[in-house]
């Protein structure tokens, strides 16, 4: 009960009139990033890192929780009126809630969306709570060679178990750490990969990279896509249910956040594959035959997964400092800017920041549910924005943010660099979220390995000396080896994921 | 073949324009063709009529009686899209809606309407709702 203690405290903290207008700053611009398909969370947090450095670190986290939350919330209703899922996680959203939309259920597929949130959301923060400490307390006594093994496993689940193809995503894991590399090293203080630049030598900001990557790749990209034809969307008014609605809706929320919540906390990436869990469950389970047709427990269920998964994300980023999403990534760049090291130790160094984001995390989710549901067609009313302003925008505050950061021209030129690299990787089909991971990730594994070898006088051996690290490593080898094995033998849950996204009858995705 | 292009949005400016285009045609006795534009560089463009309401401005134009046909073009520029199709079928006319706007509205917003106007080589009627 300590932990709930804790929390107590950090509402009491996070309940300054100066707090709460940050969270409801944040909870409305997440939902309007998530909103509008191509532009979430990690990329709206990227472009406001340079305009928080002026902030204390918990008005800018509570902030960042908002959009965070209020990205996946927004995603849904986009996935609802206009059958175009902004992001993996809400694909399994939109095959139900659009046929509800169509059938003149758009206000109840939205009311089941945003209270399965707030209820998944919920629960899945409190569990935050109780899970985190405790991890972190087991984690403090994981030695260097344990760490490195856990860091290897995450960015090789990142790269090989998520997306199409494991050969696209370990090109995208190896730019990454091949970007993290830049600067002087540490120990030795050499060069590297600095090209006699000095503005090289000097790392390069976490910054310039995520909104180069994020902001100028995805404006450059739609640039070279900018017309297309329009989509029709669904008019709505109010959100509401009725009784048999909640009945029906209950159930699978609480299925979903028991779905969406461990998926979070692993570093399977998001909520692609709890969604889909959770959408096959709620079908099997359905009395009536109206899966397929709009059936609000198909919509219920993936979107309070999909929150309850975001929930999960804060497990291993507070306990352990490790990323598991792209959001998470440019999180964890944030408290590095603020000088914050991220790892086991967090809990206790900077308690008051944990828990204090913790509630603003369950107080943002309260917000979104009351500023949400009034606010629909509002929201709804984004999508008629014309794309070249739109983006003129993002670019704006894209350029503004590379330069503030160093106040050196040089910094907009290595923005163009990673904005034309993100164009590339969104043409080749590259995962954006191995690279960022790997940036950020790279380099502290580095220190970790650095540190395992310095104590062991550089003996290789030390790296599988102890038991956890070897457990590591088995699970990494069997993640790689048993797959494929699966695949040859029975269709595996990819596949069965593609025949019911094929099953849409409506197949225009956003062609990303 | 020469007939009557319309510049047709699912709005009351497209329902005034459509009217007097029908009217027109019966007069002429020639065909209506119906330019429905978008520049497309939004998700949701609610002048860019969906598949209902194309259907529904069909059964209003077979009830008519008049030989038509109904084209959706995406482009950069809505007027450049009903000239060429004017041009294209070698139209006698072109009907556009038009709005009430004060001078200063003009000068900020511009005008599709008054580029069809300028850029026309036939003669263009402007109907207002």
Known sequence: MDSLGLLW????????????MYAAIGVLLGTFV??????????????????????EPVPAFIMFAGIYYGGMYGGSTTSILLNTPGESASVMTALEGNKMARAGRAAQALA?????????????????????????????DIGAPSYFAIMVLALVMTAAVLGSSRLRGFIALFLGLTIGLVGLDLN????????????LADRLDIVVVAVGIFALGEALWVAAHLRRRPLDVIPVGRPWMGRSDWRRSWGPWLRGTAYGFPFGAIPAGGAEIPTFLSYVTERKLARTDEFGKGAIEGVAGPEAANNASAAGMFVPMLALGLPVTATASVMLAAMQGYGIQPGPQLMTDQSDLVWTLLASL??????????NLPLAPLWAKLLRIPRPQLYAGILFFACLGAYTSNLDPFDIALLLVFGLLGVMMRRFGLPVLPLILGVILGPIMETKLREAL???????????????????????????VVPPLLRRTRPGLDERMHEVIDERDDKELVER | MSGIVVAWAPNEYGAAALEAGLVEARRRGTSVVLVNGTRGDRLVDDRFASDGQIGSLERQLVEAGVEHEVRQTMGEDIADQVLSVAEEIGAELVVIGLRRRSPVGKLIMGSTSQRVLLGAHCPVLAVKP
């Open chain 1, 112 to 140: 089941t969306a945003a209270i399965g949130s707030f209820v998944a959301g919920t629960i899945g923060t409190i569990l935050v709570a109780l899970f985190a400490p405790a991890l972190a307390d087991v984690a403090v």
């Open chain 1, 188 to 199: 030795t203080g050499q060069p590297r990969l600095s090209f006699g630049v000095p503005q």
């Open chain 1, 454 to 480: 310095t104590i062991s006088g550089g003996d290789l051996s030390t790296l599988w000396s102890e038991p956890l690290a070897v457990v590591v490593y088995i699970v990494i080898a069997l993640l790689l």
């Open chain 1, 9 to 20: 405290d950090g509402f009491q903290a996070a309940f300054t009139p100066m707090n709460l």
């Open chain 1, 362 to 371: 369950l107080i943002g989710n309260a917000l979104l549910l009351v500023l």
């Open chain 1, 34 to 55: 998530g909103v509008l398909p191509g532009i979430g969370p990690a990329m709206a947090i990227a472009l406001l890192l340079p305009v928080t450095y002026g902030l």
